[in-house]
């Protein structure tokens, strides 16, 4: 069964197929140093930017996609969705309970992260945008 997260997301977005995952992953984790690929999410790893926390995080990542197709993995990295925008990302999350998630566009120029303690963490593109928030980790 499976969680309302998971059928927001369905019902939103676009799944791509599991051989493209893993594609994905190694391409986020050979840019930023992350091991996605292997099941652990970005936040987990010893090298992780400072994060913000905000817990309006998630919406603050639908602002920084609000214009582009970007995608979404929970932090079980079993699946990646596909959204059109930001705000269709934003109509997904209104309708699930919160949940750990990272966020993406296909060229990986940006990985953005929420997770359950309401950080706010970005790698690439993202970070400087993150930092703009102030309030830095624990």
């Avoid at 940006?110 to 303690?117: G, I, R, S, T, V």
């Amino acid at each position: 069964m499976e969680y309302p997260a998971i059928n927001a997301l369905n019902d939103f977005g676009t799944i791509l197929f599991s051989g493209e995952n893993r594609a994905y992953f190694s391409h986020i984790d050979k840019k930023f140093g992350t091991n996605l690929r292997n099941g652990i999410p970005a936040w987990e790893e010893d090298d992780v930017p400072d994060g913000v926390y905000r817990s309006d995080g998630w919406n603050l990542i639908c602002d920084y996609t609000r214009n582009i197709e970007c995608m979404i993995c929970t932090s079980r990295l079993d699946r990646i969705w596909i959204f059109e925008s930001g705000d269709t990302l934003r109509h997904a999350l209104d309708n699930s309970s919160g949940f750990e998630f990272h966020v993406f566009d296909r060229g990986a120029n940006f990985l953005l992260a929420h997770n359950m303690d309401d950080y706010l963490i970005g790698w690439g593109e993202s970070e400087k945008w993150v930092r703009g928030f102030g309030q830095w980790g624990p």
